[in-house]
């Protein structure tokens, strides 16, 4: 009974600061504000480890949420995007790059370690990677995560500022109408059923993915039509909120200390390219530069692609980015740092 009060103390407090950011006017108040009220929470030394079924309940309706923005005419213009992941593929190499030459000369890294921080979000296979290397994965592990909260919490403000996004503090699915029970059966089940497939095929972000598909298909076929519950989405972002909290539980103030200023280089270095390619990847796609900001911002695929979802951005443009981002990142790490290692052995 104390564990399960604890859970719920926890929820509650997430769902807290995602209210307090939704009082005061702040872009993707329910996502930003429960993780940062989570992570606040966590520094009181009375958090507790997030279940694997609440995250995956959380992805599983967030996904659902996500594929409602699929309509027909939405998939006829995935023909744009060629241009657009070519430019995705450069710009991770440039961030990767640039944001390694920072960590190496700046910060006098080793060249290995540097790599691994500097990789534009994939934390799972990167950390995985880490590990298996024998890499310094609590600083690894620093840098990728202050490049996600720095991200959650700023990135929605930049993105109102241009000009970009939508009616950030509506309700997701706010004034539409609502899908009926056999409608939320057949994409939440199908959803999660999907997922369970991807997660045996070791595929990022399984659960979240499996759901986004099912509900995609389900809606841009029109079997379909309405949207999740606009308090169950909301519901879901603040669980998604606290599962972004969660990667910085086990984090050592005086590491973080050390490590701050490389992660705040590398950080700027790397948001600096990602700012010149998505401008690119605006022109070349024919989409907003909100859109592209997001796509090519180097977050966490669920992260990024949530956030599109709050910002009332294209899901499916944001999302193809960001699962190609992850895709090619989790080829091509685990050969680089290897010959890397071998190379200064």
């Not at 997430?14 to 520094?43: E, K, Q, R, T």
Request: charged letters at 10%; aromatic letters at 6%; a positive charge.
């Amino acid at each position: 009974m104390p564990l399960i009060l604890a859970h719920i103390a926890q929820i509650l407090i997430a769902g807290l600061g995602g209210l307090v950011f939704y009082w005061i006017g702040v872009p993707a108040a329910w996502l930003s504000g429960a993780a940062i009220g989570a992570i606040l929470w966590g520094l009181t030394k009375h958090s507790v480890p997030m279940p694997k079924a609440l995250a995956d309940a959380a992805m599983l309706i967030s996904g659902a949420a996500m594929g409602a923005a699929v309509t027909p005419a939405a998939i006829t213009a995935m023909g744009r995007y060629p241009g657009s992941l070519v430019l995705l593929v450069l710009g991770v190499a440039a961030i990767s790059w640039t944001s390694t030459l920072w960590l190496t000369r700046i910060s006098g890294w080793r060249t290995a370690d540097a790599v691994l921080a500097s990789v534009p979000g994939a934390l799972s296979t990167v950390l995985a990677v880490a590990a298996d290397r024998k890499a310094d994965v609590p600083s690894v592990a620093i840098v990728q995560n202050l490049r996600l909260f720095v991200l959650i919490a700023l990135l929605p403000s930049i993105v109102v500022v241009t000009g970009g996004g939508g009616n950030t503090n509506v309700l997701i699915g706010q004034g539409m109408p609502i899908e009926s029970p056999g409608g939320l059966a057949i994409i939440l089940f199908g959803g999660l059923g999907l997922g369970l497939v991807f997660k045996k095929l070791k595929v990022a972000a399984p659960i979240l993915l499996g759901s986004m598909v099912v509900s995609s298909a389900s809606h841009g076929t029109e079997l379909v039509t309405g949207v999740i519950p606009p308090v169950i989405a909301t519901c879901g972002l603040v669980l998604i909120g606290l599962f972004i909290a969660e990667r910085f539980r086990n984090i050592q103030r005086s590491m973080l200390k050390r490590a701050l200023i490389a992660a705040l280089g590398s950080f700027s270095v790397g948001m600096g390219i990602a700012v010149v390619f998505s401008a690119l990847a605006a022109w070349a796609a024919d989409v907003s530069f909100a859109n592209s900001l997001v796509a090519f911002a180097p977050g966490g695929l669920e992260a990024m692609t949530v956030l599109a979802l709050v910002l009332g951005l294209d899901p499916l443009y944001v999302g193809i980015h960001h699962l190609v981002r992850f895709l090619s990142i989790g080829l091509v790490l685990p050969f680089l740092i290897g010959w890397l290692q071998r190379r200064n052995a």
